[in-house]
């Protein structure tokens, strides 16, 4: 399994288990969906929804750590939320939980279940160090007419775990 693929699945996880995204939300991790028995096929996309999807690895300076950015895509159709309140509480609650992990990955000392949770998800799929998180750039929200959507992106720094 690639660590994008476990990175999405352990961050799908943990947005199951701590964010508070309302009624009828799905949460669609992008390479995964067969692993994932929420996913209907036949319905494939279904709205309000959140996107997990993970970069191809990148290199931090100097080479020495990589890093992989975990986009969070909340999806309303414009017609069932024409007020924007079902998306801005989906980004609401998808910003607290990436706090909390945030916090605990910068200072150790604190407590961050979340966060424990994440590290814990990603070594039962997948051999690496994490090494912390960062913000990715923001965005602000798109309305393409038929749907809108809000990203928050977060950067998952890493080592390779060389040998287990």
Known sequence: MTLQTAFEIAMA?????YAQLGAGVVIRAWRSLRLDGSWNEELDREFPMLGISASTPGYDDGQRSMYIDVQFDARTHV???QDHAVITEMETEVQRVLDIIFDKAAKPTITGAAYDDFVAYVDELATCHIGGMTYGEPSPPVDDGNTQSIQITMRVH???RIGG
């Open 13 to 17: 996880k943990v947005m199951r288990k």
């Open 79 to 81: 017609d069932d939320d």
């Open 158 to 160: 890493y080592s390779r």
